[in-house]
């Protein structure tokens, strides 16, 4: 799990041994059923991917709670909604398939999981017609599940879930700036 550069901060710090005992104890590669009530249970998480030449990108993904479904031990899939069409993050997976997941919940009993893994991006899944706005489908392998300390996350709570978020039955809200004057003539039409 730690490569050169870790280990060289891991040893002018002195944390080595507490590194190891926090892999040896608390990563895994497969996920737990804790693991799958807590991502279940948020509307959000982080998403960091690179591309071929190892430039980074740091998305955050929103839905409703549920949208993303731990499928297996070994299989995360959370769907692609329609966005920006900058295609940052999923364009990075077909070129570099390495990702970095993060859930956090940020109320009175703060938690964060991190995943790493391999990711696919999925166009034909009967899952897509299951998943109300999804145009792709996101399958994640992963390699390194392991939670994280939250003593710095805040505690916070949700006012209101975004009016973007998609629900089975309820035609789809477009966001202002698709019709901008500047945009209107290059917004592409929604694709389901």
Same mark, same amino acid.
């Given at each position: 799990?730690?490569?050169? +550069? /870790?280990?060289?901060?891991?040893?002018?710090? *002195?944390?080595?041994?507490? #590194?190891?005992?926090?892999?040896? $104890?608390?990563? &895994?590669?497969?996920?737990?059923?804790?693991?799958?009530?807590?991502?279940?249970?948020?509307?959000?998480?982080?998403?960091?991917?690179?591309?071929?030449?190892?430039?980074?990108?740091?998305?955050?993904?929103?839905?409703?709670?549920?949208?993303?479904?731990?499928?297996?031990?070994?299989?995360?899939?959370?769907?692609?909604?329609?966005?920006?069409?900058?295609?940052?993050?999923? +364009? /990075?997976?077909?070129?570099?398939?390495?990702? *970095?997941?993060?859930?956090? #919940?940020?109320?009175?009993?703060? $938690?964060?999981? &991190?995943?790493?893994?391999?990711?696919?991006?999925?166009?034909?899944?009967?899952?897509?017609?299951?998943?109300?706005?999804?145009?792709?489908?996101?399958?994640?392998?992963?390699?390194?599940?392991?939670?994280?300390?939250?003593?710095?996350?805040?505690?916070?709570?949700?006012?209101?879930?975004?009016?973007?978020?998609?629900?089975?039955?309820?035609?789809?809200?477009?966001?202002?700036?698709?019709?901008?004057?500047?945009?209107?003539?290059?917004?592409?039409?929604?694709?389901?």
């Amino acid at each position: 799990m730690y490569h050169e +550069g /870790n280990r060289a901060l891991q040893d002018a710090f *002195g944390s080595r041994a507490l #590194a190891d005992r926090l892999e040896e $104890k608390l990563r &895994r590669d497969r996920f737990t059923e804790d693991d799958a009530a807590f991502v279940a249970s948020l509307g959000f998480f982080f998403l960091a991917t690179a591309d071929a030449d190892g430039r980074p990108d740091c998305s955050f993904k929103g839905g409703p709670p549920g949208f993303v479904r731990v499928a297996g031990p070994d299989l995360l899939v959370f769907p692609d909604y329609d966005g920006n069409g900058m295609f940052k993050s999923l +364009g /990075n997976l077909g070129v570099n398939p390495h990702v *970095g997941l993060l859930f956090i #919940a940020m109320g009175e009993a703060p $938690k964060r999981l &991190r995943v790493n893994g391999r990711a696919v991006v999925v166009r034909d899944d009967p899952l897509i017609g299951e998943t109300p706005g999804a145009q792709l489908l996101v399958k994640v392998t992963p390699t390194d599940i392991f939670p994280n300390c939250p003593r710095y996350v805040p505690n916070m709570t949700l006012a209101a879930a975004s009016p973007y978020i998609p629900a089975a039955g309820i035609p789809p809200v477009e966001p202002k700036w698709k019709v901008f004057e500047m945009f209107a003539d290059v917004v592409p039409p929604r694709r389901r």
